[in-house]
């Protein structure tokens, strides 16, 4: 006698599914050069989908993602990306930026206000067509929104590519992480904007207020505490900015990021920090890349949002060249230097995607949208380490435009 499958063993086959296909397309194709195993995550994620497994192979999709199971993913894909902003945030390192303001202001706003202009301006092209604007969502929050998404810089992602390319140790990792984080702060800043509702402005002040008095508190309550504590006290004020930034109109990853940019670095010890960020990664963060697939759609048509996606593509890296380009200019590096220090913060997967589904959560971009900005994350990441890579190997030749050290000296504040 036939016995359908309960829920606690579909629940278990999707996560079987969300950790080897994956890791089997990465490790039998050898695709780190070009597509690292994250990478290939939120590929997977995107394929195992409704808009192309769900499409193919209709009955096993609706057979192994019930409701009950997406259900189930989602409360982990929450916690998995609340774990990862807080992390992010905990890793940005303000006095650093400060301390060689002028390199760093000058740089990080080139590299974000430029492809930020051309991706308003993308927007504003596509949303002369209807398809893109969410129930919930006006016009200039859209172009905003997608305007923001082309500016991205993934400061996780971009960490393990430094890592990657052996160059995160060096000055000129060191300054990329610099501009990174500044951007960081913005990105936040400008989704934070896009989110005020003023029919809850009220909520939204309380909450700042209360967010301030807050975390001075957990800052003087940190510093008393031995270092195991403070990971629990991390926690604990995690998912209360979490709930409350979500409760006040705005996002609870909007609320994670911030409860983890007040907190000091040295509150936690760095390599267990990093170790943390990287377990995240690997044991949970799989379940939000599956998530994210989980809510792509090609309502438009794939031929629309596969042109849109181009098109953001386009400005994104067009506008992330071009301002890093005039930064170089304006600062007088090194010949060569500007094109490697662009082509990394183009890096966009993960908190683009993160910035994405904020969007879609608050109803401001529809569907076909959010495919569009996710396939034009997935493709700029994975321009990343080919083009890195042979431009490193140029910077660094003995007969290439520059000497083997320079372009990777620090520059003056």
Same mark, same amino acid.
């Given at each position: ?46 394929? $195992? ?6 499409? !193919? ?11 009950? #199971? ?77 305007? +923001? ?27 990329? &992480? ?6 960081? !702060? ?25 967010? #301030? ?40 990853? /909007? ?31 799989? !379940? ?14 794939? &031929? ?12 994104? #890296?067009?506008?992330? &060249? ?18 490697? /220090? ?9 908190? +683009?995607?993160?910035?994405?589904? !904020?969007? $879609? ?25 080919? #083009?890195?890579?042979?431009? $490193? ?21």
């Amino acid at each position: 006698m036939h016995t359908a499958m309960n829920a606690t063993e579909l629940f278990l086959i999707a996560m079987l599914i969300i950790f080897t296909i994956p890791w089997m397309v990465w490790r039998i194709g050898r695709t780190d050069a070009w597509a690292p195993l994250v990478v290939v995550q939120i590929v997977a994620g995107v394929l $195992l989908g409704p808009g192309l497994l769900g499409a !193919v192979f209709p009955a096993y999709y609706a057979t192994v993602f019930t409701p009950s #199971v997406i259900g189930a993913l989602n409360g982990i894909a929450w916690w998995a990306v609340m774990l990862f902003v807080w992390v992010a945030g905990v890793e940005l390192d303000l006095k650093e930026a400060w301390r060689h303001r002028t390199d760093t202001t000058t740089t990080a706003g080139l590299a974000l206000i430029v492809p930020m202009a051309l991706g308003a301006g993308a927007a504003l092209f596509l949303t002369q067509w209807p398809g893109w604007i969410g129930s919930g969502g006006l016009r200039w929050q859209v172009i905003l929104g997608m305007g +923001m998404a082309c500016a991205v810089t993934a400061l996780p992602i971009l960490v393990l590519f430094l890592e990657k390319l052996n160059i995160l140790r060096l000055p000129l990792g060191q300054r990329v &992480l610099r501009y990174a984080s500044l951007d960081d !702060v913005a990105i936040w800043g400008v989704l934070a904007l896009i989110l005020l509702d003023w029919e809850r402005v009220g909520r939204q002040a309380l909450f700042l207020v209360g967010f #301030v008095i807050a975390s001075l508190a957990v800052r003087a309550l940190l510093r008393r505490l031995e270092a195991g504590d403070r990971w629990y006290v991390g926690l604990i004020w995690l998912a209360l900015c979490g709930f409350t930034a979500d409760w006040s109109g705005l996002h609870f990853m /909007v609320g994670a990021f911030l409860s983890g940019a007040v907190l000091e670095p040295g509150s936690f010890d760095r390599r267990r920090l990093e170790s943390f960020r990287d377990t995240i990664l690997m044991t949970i963060m799989p !379940v939000f890349f599956l998530s994210t697939g989980l809510r792509t759609e090609w309502g438009m048509g794939g &031929l629309a949002v596969f042109g849109a996606a181009a098109l953001l593509l386009v400005a994104a #890296v067009v506008g992330k &060249l071009a301002g890093v380009h005039l930064a170089g200019r304006i600062l007088n590096w090194p010949k060569g230097e500007a094109g490697v /220090v662009g082509w990394l913060l183009q890096t966009k997967a993960l908190i +683009m995607i993160i910035f994405a589904n !904020v969007l $879609l959560d608050k109803a401001i971009i529809t569907h076909s949208a959010f495919t569009a900005l996710l396939l034009m994350a997935v493709a700029s990441t994975m321009l990343t380490i080919p #083009v890195v890579t042979r431009k $490193l190997a140029a910077l660094a030749a003995p007969d290439g435009p520059n000497a083997p050290a320079r372009g990777l000296e620090e520059r003056p504040s």
